[in-house]
Structure formats: C-alpha cells, structure tokens
C-alpha cells in the first residue's frame, strides 16, 4: 500500500447509510456530512464509489444526499458485505486501496473491513465518516481494525493525500467543499 491515500488506486466504499438508521447514531449528522464530502470529492476526482444497503425494507434507503453521489448500491442481509458475490464483483480490480465509511462501525463497517483484508485488499476506514449508536462501539471497532491490518484515517486526510499539493486541477473546487 502506498503511505498515502493515491486517487488513481482508490475506491470509495459507502456502507448502509440508511434513512432509518442514521438518527440512532451518534454524531450521525456528521457522520453523513464527512461521508458526503469524500463521495463529493471522489467524484471530482473521478474515483469510483460503491454503496451498501442492509435490509433496505426495513431500514430504508440510502440517505437521499449520498445515494445521488453512488455509482452503485448493493442490497445485503449479511452484515459482511463480502458474503455478496455481486459486492466483490463490483471492486475495481485496477482499484487496491478501500477506503471505507459508514454504518454501524462495530458490524457491517468492521465486519466488511474484515472480509476485505482476509481476502488481502488494502484498507483505509475513515473515523470521521463511520458511525455507531454507542461510541464505545465504534472505539472498539477502530481499535479491532487497525489491529487487523486497516488503517484508520480521517476524511481531510484522505481528501488532501488524493491531491497531493494545492496547485491539482480540483484543489479549489475541493477547498470549497471542506470549508
């Protein structure tokens, strides 16, 4: 994996940002707010963004805001989005470095993560755009995955590394997003 977060070798993984679950989480307005601004930007950048849905009749769609910047959703009953042959299928194989946000931290977010890095891809879990209703929760689930082989990165961190210097064609366009 490359020290730094490299556009041309990234995907956006955008896991079950759902109508029905975002007001139980915690700080979930920011959690969608970070998770928007990385799909804004990977747009910009034209960086490929691919959403999860779990039990979207019961826990709604995708958060309108965030399903308009997905390039494609997969529907899920297993909290590991891996078990979905048609999620794996959907990873670009020119794509090493996932770089995942969402809902819950401690289940699907994690549990995927794990799948991920059992199956030897390259992951990046974003704190600031995953979100769990108990905050210990999403600790742990940070904590478990680092200790797994993810890295845990913010989204500025990963905005600006995708940049790499402030004279990019989309800096102020990406600027104007963040602040």
């Known amino acids: 994996m490359s020290y730094l977060c490299d556009a041309s070798r990234s995907m956006l993984i955008v896991i079950d940002l759902q109508q029905k679950l975002m007001p139980v989480i915690t700080d979930g307005e920011q959690v969608l707010a970070r998770a928007s601004l990385l799909a804004q930007a990977a747009r910009l950048l034209h960086i490929p963004v691919l959403g999860t849905v779990q039990q979207p009749l019961r ?84 904590h478990r995955a680092r200790a797994a082989g993810a890295e845990v990165v913010s989204s500025e961190m990963v905005m600006f590394e995708w940049m790499r210097h402030s004279e990019h064609p989309q800096f102020k366009q990406i600027l104007k997003l963040i602040k």
């Open 59 to 142: 826990l709604g769609p995708t958060v309108p805001a965030i399903h308009t910047l997905l390039d494609r959703t997969i529907e899920k009953a297993d909290f590991d989005a891996c078990a979905r042959p048609e999620f794996l299928a959907a990873l670009d194989s020119g794509r090493d470095e996932l770089i995942l946000a969402g809902c819950e931290a401690h289940v699907c977010v994690l549990q995927t993560a794990m799948g991920l890095l059992h199956r030897k891809h390259k992951v990046r879990l974003v704190s600031d755009a995953v979100g769990s209703r108990n905050p210990a929760d999403k600790a742990a689930a940070l």
